[in-house]
């Protein structure tokens, strides 16, 4: 039988009993749209372009991809979906510690 474990308590829920709750974040970079003057478009950008091609290279790809965009996906009994309404950031609960553990 397909069963799913609650990822804050870890109580297992079976698929056709309790509900199932699901949360999924997005955390992403919001940039702000580029403002370009004529001025800009005649300058030549072959050096910036080099220095942040070079900085990016030292970076792990994986750290730079968590800088762009990541997501997350819980799974929730009823008791901690309820829980985590009250506290979406977890500030008082430990679901992001214990994500970070698995
Ligand atoms: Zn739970």
Known sequence: M????????????LADEDTRYVVKVEVY???????????DLQ?????EMQDLLD?????????LE????????????????????KDPLGQTTRLWARFGQN
Do not use: W
Request: hydrophobic residues 35%; negative net charge.
């Open 2 to 13: 397909i069963h799913f474990t609650c990822d804050m308590c870890g109580k297992v829920l």
């Open 29 to 39: 970079a919001a940039y702000d749209p580029m403002e370009l003057t004529s001025k």
């Open 43 to 47: 300058n030549d950008r072959t050096d």
């Open 55 to 63: 900085e990016m290279a030292d970076i792990d790809p994986e750290a």
């Open 66 to 85: 968590d800088q762009v965009y990541k997501t997350f996906r819980f799974d929730l009994c009823p008791e901690c979906q309820a829980a985590y309404l």
